[in-house]
């Protein structure tokens, strides 16, 4: 069996490079603590960069079919996209506050122990 023959949802050329691209561009903004925005024509060229041709009327296009997009970008026009969710508050998160609010010292001497004895 191939992957076309079960694979039912048809993925317009270059979206996950696009997809890649805003994550890549969110995730800078927020480290460097940015506007969490970015230039139409600067994301047009990074994009032709990757091989994808984009201009405003393809990235609405995008926008309207392609949800991976629509999640990461929260407004955009002929000058600019507004990333969404730069603060990482809907962000699953792996580490619960009760999990951060362990003492380190605590925590490592328990598994010291547990490593000691294993060896034992």
Known sequence: MKAH????????EGVDKLAS?????RNRAE?????????MSAFASMAKRLGVSLNY???S????????IANLVQDFNNDTIVFKNTDGSDDQTI?????????PTSQVDKMAK????KRT
């Open 21 to 25: 691209l805003l994550i890549f561009l």
């Open 61 to 68: 296009n995008l926008m309207q079919t392609s949800p991976t």
């Open 95 to 103: 580490a619960t506050p009760d999990d951060v609010d362990v003492e």
């Open 114 to 117: 547990r490593a000691l004895n």
């Open 5 to 12: 023959e079960f694979i039912s949802e048809k993925v317009p």
């Open 31 to 39: 480290q460097k603590s940015l506007k969490p925005q970015v230039s």
């Open 57 to 59: 009327d393809s990235f």
